[in-house]
């Protein structure tokens, strides 16, 4: 992870059609966190496979390959611990259940660079 500031301009982004559905997902955040979720992220590999960046006070994570956007996750940046206000899916991928355990993942292991484990399915 480097120090630029990845911006929507940076990849390819397509919105989805269909709209999004509100789902479950509830996090905190540490100021040293949110610092680093700031920055968002710019895939450098084809292994990569996560585009994010941060429009105050929005997260937007698109799949890299195709540019999809999935997840909107909105925070709460009022207080010293950061929190989830809302994460939304894109209704084009909603049918599949694994989305609640996903999104911790993608913010926590891909994002954040922690060491958590792939959900299972």
């Not at 990845?6 to 955040?29: A, H, L, N, Q, S």
């Not at 993608?106 to 994002?111: F, K, N, S």
Request: charged share 25%; hydrophobic share 35%.
């Amino acid at each position: 992870m480097g120090t630029k500031v990845i911006t929507r301009g940076c990849w390819k982004t397509v919105e989805p059609e269909e709209g999004f559905v509100v789902f479950d997902y509830t996090d905190t955040f540490s100021a040293s966190e949110y610092e680093t979720i700031k920055l968002g992220l710019l895939p450098e590999a084809m292994e990569d496979k996560w585009f994010i960046y941060f429009e105050p006070p929005t997260l937007y994570f698109h799949r890299s390959w195709t540019g999809d956007l999935i997840y909107r996750v909105t925070l709460d940046c009022e207080h010293e611990d950061i929190s989830v206000a809302r994460a939304e899916l894109s209704r084009k991928y909603s049918n599949n259940p694994v989305h609640e355990t996903m999104m911790p993942w993608v913010m926590r292991g891909v994002l954040l660079g922690q060491d958590v484990n792939f959900p299972d399915d």
